[in-house]
T-cell receptor, first 114, second 111 residues
Framework: NAGVTQTPKFQVLKTGQSMTLQCAQD?????MSWYRQDPGMGLRLIHY???????DQGEVPNGYNVSRSTTEDFPLRLLSAAPSQTSVYFC?????????????FGSGTRLTVV | AQSVSQHNHHVILSEAASLELGCNYS??????LFWYVQYPGQHLQLLLK??????LVKGIKGFEAEFIKSKFSFNLRKPSVQWSDTAEYFC?????????FGKGNQVVVIP
């Protein structure tokens, strides 16, 4: 099925470890973004991309890196995990910043940093 | 950057009651407005959206929302809720390449 695929669904890390959260979409969407969801905080934008080779920071970018080498993939990297990064992470895509189709969200990655 | 405010973060009501969730935003430019729903353990799903035209927007599952430009509001309504509407509801505003979310409303419908 077409959509946004996130892997892994669950992950436990030790403080200081690094990892990459994967996000892939097969809808040829230009726009992709990463959010973190914390109780009572809603979804906060971490990084976003308006096309291959173009990324920009969102509301809470510290501790996270992204790259966009292809239209399909938008991985999120944690270089040195901290307990404050325990959260649920969602990737979303859209066919353009002026798209009339809204955003499609992945099913999320639940990350726990101990 | 835009910001979104949602009030009454926790709402408890009985089946058949009416629901209204408030959403106010701040942004000086043209905006697109959305309401998303997140059922327990699931990802976000689009309920409805407003881009232009009729400010009264109808979405899925009997939800509707009204855009009032002068009040910077986009309130969500449903005349008669069901137990299956128990979920968290998020208002979102897109402007300047960014989609910003409110903190959400946790809605619990009691059978």
């Amino acid at each position: 099925n077409a959509g946004v695929t996130q892997t892994p669904k669950f992950q436990v890390l030790k403080t200081g470890q690094s990892m990459t959260l994967q996000c892939a979409q097969d809808m040829n969407h230009e726009y992709m973004s990463w959010y973190r969801q914390d109780p009572g905080m809603g979804l906060r934008l971490i990084h976003y991309s308006v096309g291959a080779g173009i990324t920009d920071q969102g509301e809470v970018p510290n501790g996270y890196n992204v790259s966009r080498s292809t239209t399909e993939d938008f991985p999120l990297r944690l270089l040195s995990a901290a307990p404050s990064q325990t959260s649920v992470y969602f990737c979303a895509s859209s066919s353009g910043v002026s798209s009339n189709y809204g955003y499609t969200f992945g099913s999320g990655t639940r990350l726990t940093v101990v | 950057a835009q910001s979104v405010s949602q009030h009454n973060h926790h709402v408890i009501l009985s089946e058949a009651a009416s629901l209204e969730l408030g959403c106010n935003y701040s942004y000086g430019g043209t905006v697109n407005l959305f309401w998303y729903v997140q059922y327990p353990g699931q990802h976000l799903q689009l309920l409805l959206k407003y881009f232009s035209g009729d400010p009264l927007v109808k979405g899925i599952k009997g939800f509707e929302a009204e855009f009032i430009k002068s009040k910077f509001s986009f309130n969500l309504r449903k005349p008669s809720v069901q137990w299956s509407d128990t979920a968290e509801y998020f208002c979102a505003v897109r402007g300047n390449n960014r989609l910003a979310f409110g903190k959400g409303n946790q809605v619990v419908v009691i059978p």
